[in-house]
């Protein structure tokens, strides 16, 4: 997703929903912010934190999404739910 957005008063910059969706971004994740040769700038996720809720802890990898051992519970109470 390209967009443009407008630097605040502050120097803060909002990151549109969508682009936070896709990177996987939560309130109160931290990212790395790097300044590139060529003008551009990057923002990566500091550290890798669970695709559904944000949390850094107790992390799993199921086919490439990182996702939390407390979502991944909740998600097979649901599963389990729908099976009756
Ligand atoms: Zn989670």
Redo the contacts with the bound molecule.
């Keep these: 997703m390209k967009t443009s957005k407008r630097i605040c008063k502050n120097g803060s910059l909002t990151l549109p929903k969508q682009v936070r969706a896709e990177a996987g971004l939560f309130p109160g994740n931290a990212v790395d912010v790097e300044t590139q040769s060529d003008g551009s700038i990057t923002i990566k996720p500091a550290a890798p934190c669970?695709h559904?809720?944000g949390?850094p802890e107790h992390l799993i990898n199921v086919e490439n999404i990182v996702?939390?051992k407390?979502?991944a519970t909740k998600i097979l109470a649901k599963v389990d739910v729908t099976n009756d």
């Design positions: 669970c559904f809720c949390s996702i939390c407390d979502c």
